[in-house]
Structure formats: structure tokens, C-alpha cells
């Protein structure tokens, strides 16, 4: 099992920043790729940003890349999610999601949900006009 809690959501406006953090705990964090899902009312949930095992490898959704970046420290068993020039579309909820690393056959990271075991239970995001 592992339990993941997010963090850092909250209310700004647009053109501004938050640092979004996903605490895990149970078994070793580092064992397992990790993504960032958001989902907004009455929408799907969609894919955001994923990283690989040990942090060297990432992905983003076409709709946020070059405004967020994903990271963690597998020291601190935490996945970060840097959001800048924020939009009032990325307004949601924002998930951590983990799932047991291939790396080792190749796959470094997973971008669809139905690939996660683990899920937090979100941090909502709201950007003003």
C-alpha cells in the first residue's frame, strides 16, 4: 500500500504561481513512477505530468508544457508539481497518482489512469480572471 496526500492548492490569480507537493508513505517511494492527473467540474480527469522512478525522466501534457514543471526527492518521499503563468483552465482538482516502475523493461512512466494503483485526494486549484 501507499498513501499519498496533496498539497499547496489554493486561489490565484492569473498569471501567477503555486507549488503543488505529493507526500507519499507505505512502501518505497521510490519504486514507483508518479503522475499528476487534474480534473475540473463536469470534466474527465486528464493526464498532466508524469516522472519516471528516479526523477530523470518527464513528460507533460501539450497544454501545460513550458509552464509546469514536475519533480521529487526521493529522499524526502515527495513529488512536486511547479505551476507558473497559470490560466484560468487549469482550474481543477489536482491528483498524485503512483504506480510500480518498469524502468527496468523500458517504461519509465505512465500517462493513462487506468495504470495507477494509488491515488491522493486532491488539492483544488482555482485561477481568477
Known amino acids: 500500500q501507499v498513501q499519498l496526500v496533496e498539497s499547496g492548492g489554493g486561489l490565484v490569480q492569473a498569471g501567477g504561481s503555486l507549488r503543488l507537493s505529493c507526500a507519499a508513505s507505505g512502501r518505497p517511494f521510490s519504486n514507483y513512477a508518479m503522475s499528476w492527473f487534474r480534473q475540473a467540474p463536469g470534466k474527465e480527469r486528464e493526464f498532466v505530468a508524469a516522472i519516471s522512478w528516479s526523477g530523470a525522466v518527464t513528460h507533460y501534457a501539450d497544454s501545460v508544457k513550458g509552464r509546469f514543471t514536475i519533480s521529487r526527492n526521493n529522499a524526502k518521499n515527495t513529488m512536486y508539481l511547479q505551476l507558473n503563468s497559470l490560466k484560468p483552465e487549469d482550474t481543477a482538482s489536482y491528483y498524485c497518482?503512483?504506480?510500480?516502475?518498469?524502468?527496468?523493461?523500458?517504461?519509465?512512466?505512465?500517462?493513462?489512469?487506468?495504470?495507477?494503483?494509488?491515488w491522493g485526494r486532491g488539492t483544488l486549484v482555482t485561477i481568477s480572471e
Open positions: 497518482a503512483a504506480a510500480p516502475s518498469l524502468h527496468y523493461s523500458g517504461i519509465y512512466y505512465y500517462t493513462a489512469p487506468e495504470a495507477f494503483e494509488y
